[in-house]
Structure formats: structure tokens, C-alpha cells
Nanobody, 126 residues
Framework: EVQLVESGGGLVQAGGSLRLSCAASGFTFDEYTIGWFRQGPGKEREGVSCITTYGRSYYADSVKGRLTISSDNAKNTVYLQMNSLKPEDTAVYYC????????????????????WGQGTQVTVSS
């Protein structure tokens, strides 16, 4: 059974940090691109960051310099370190796994992901 389980969300003050984890099982982890998406209240889902099978990482402009994605293949886990958090980062954060012929699409092509987690809530207070 394929599973993606996010953890690490919570309530933090503006300027604070959180580290989200995405633990994967049930598929060959290092053959898949892992992406992080978020959906804030009243907003559409947006791609935040993704890391490809080659270890290349991509970030949305709104989070560049503040968020860092990393992968631990030995643990089948991808992390999203979030620093300098802003109230506008408040959202449910989802991780997803997919295969992309063109890795640069991993931020924008949500429908390219085959597997999704249930999400973890991040709330940033001002």
C-alpha cells in the first residue's frame, strides 16, 4: 500500500521555523519526484517546492531563500525546512510523489503526481 505521511506542522509566530517531514512507503522512493504543495484558506493549491530523482530542487518564488527541501533516501523521507515564516505561509501542506519526463514541471503540474498525503496544517501568527 502506498503511503505518504506528512508531519511537523503546527502553530508558529511570524519569523519562526518549522520542519515538515514526508515519510513514504509502498513504492520505490528514489524513482519518484517528491513535491510539496499548499492550500491556504480561500486560496488555490500551489506548488511550493519539489526535489527530483536527480536531487535537483525547485522553489516557488514566494518561498525562495526561506524554504529548503531535502531528501533522505535511506529513510524514504523528504523534509521541508521552513524559516522566516510569514502569516501568508499559513496553509495545509501536502507532499506528493510522481514521475516526470521533464523535471522542471514538478512545481506546476500537480496532476502529474500519482500519490498524495493527507496534509499537515501550518499556521503562522502575526
Amino acid at each position: 500500500e502506498v503511503q505518504l505521511v506528512e508531519s511537523g506542522g503546527g502553530l508558529v509566530q511570524a519569523g519562526g521555523s518549522l520542519r515538515l517531514s514526508c515519510a513514504a512507503s509502498g513504492f520505490t522512493f528514489d524513482e519518484y519526484t517528491i513535491g510539496w504543495f499548499r492550500q491556504g484558506p480561500g486560496k488555490e493549491r500551489e506548488g511550493v517546492s519539489c526535489i527530483t530523482t536527480y536531487g535537483r530542487s525547485y522553489y516557488a518564488d514566494s518561498v525562495k531563500g526561506r524554504l529548503t527541501i531535502s531528501s533522505d533516501n535511506a529513510k524514504n523521507t523528504v523534509y521541508l525546512q521552513m524559516n522566516s515564516l510569514k502569516p501568508e505561509d499559513t496553509a495545509v501542506y501536502y507532499c506528493a510523489a510522481g514521475e516526470f519526463a521533464f523535471e522542471g514541471l514538478c512545481l506546476t503540474r500537480a496532476n502529474g503526481y500519482a500519490y498524495w498525503g493527507q496534509g499537515t496544517q501550518v499556521t503562522v501568527s502575526s
